[in-house]
T-cell receptor, first 113, second 114 residues
Framework: AQKITQTQPGMFVQEKEAVTLDCTYD???????LFWYKQPSSGEMIFLIY??????QNATEGRYSLNFQKARKSANLVISASQLGDSAMYFC??????????FGAGTQVVVTP | NAGVTQTPKFRVLKTGQSMTLLCAQD?????MYWYRQDPGMGLRLIHY???????AKGEVPDGYNVSRLKKQNFLLGLESAAPSQTSVYFC?????????????FGSGTRLTVV
């Protein structure tokens, strides 16, 4: 069975600083994908970044990067140069070869001026 | 350019009433999903479908039924609503290229059962 764990329920970060959101996972599937989504207070799910289990390099998308450590089964999200608009709930998720996407409990990020 | 559309966006039900949530996608995606989101628990998979005419149970299927009669539509039914089904419901779709790279979410349906 798959499992996604986000151990940080909430975090405060100052504007312009970097923040790392932790995510660990467990799966027996050799092929899987790891995702990060942002959910602002308006409620929509916004896709941020994707990492495939066979990808050799860590994924990056603008200010977002995914620190993928396969042996440790971790997929931490790094947000560089935080902005006030980054305040939101962040979810780590894992998709398997059957297409099922499973989510962690989320981390609430508050960016302060 | 609609993507995934959920209707309705808000609904209040009385205990025991029934209702159907509609999810429609215009991206020709094979896979479709229904999730519920409760505070502190992230999104949990209720049911999903890997193609027209197929459905399968997710993590929390009890109290819900689904149908996928047309590829573009995925319906979630509550036959006898209970207060425990008060939640925000999200529909999503994805394309099946091995492990799907992209999931598109609807904007959610906020359901309150009183």
């Amino acid at each position: 069975a798959q499992k996604i764990t986000q151990t940080q329920p909430g975090m405060f970060v100052q504007e312009k600083e970097a923040v790392t959101l932790d995510c660990t996972y467990d799966t027996s599937d050799p092929s899987y994908g790891l995702f990060w989504y942002k959910q602002p207070s308006s409620g929509e799910m916004i896709f941020l970044i994707y990492q495939g289990s066979y990808d050799q390099q860590n994924a990056t998308e603008g200010r977002y990067s995914l620190n993928f450590q396969k042996a440790r089964k971790s997929a931490n999200l790094v947000i560089s140069a935080s902005q006030l608009g980054d305040s939101a709930m962040y979810f780590c998720a894992m998709g398997n070869s059957w297409g099922k996407l499973q989510f962690g409990a989320g981390t609430q990020v508050v960016v302060t001026p | 350019n609609a993507g995934v559309t959920q209707t309705p966006k808000f609904r209040v039900l009385k205990t025991g009433q029934s209702m159907t949530l509609l999810c429609a996608q215009d991206m020709n995606h094979e896979y479709m999903y229904w999730y519920r989101q409760d505070p502190g628990m992230g999104l949990r998979l209720i049911h999903y479908s890997v193609g027209e005419g197929t459905t399968a149970k997710g993590e929390v299927p009890d109290g819900y039924n689904v149908s996928r009669l047309k590829k573009q539509n995925f319906l979630l039914g509550l036959e006898s609503a209970a207060p425990s089904q008060t939640s925000v419901y999200f529909c999503a779709s994805s394309y099946p290229t091995g492990v799907p790279h992209g999931y598109t979410f609807g904007s959610g349906t906020r359901l309150t059962v009183v």
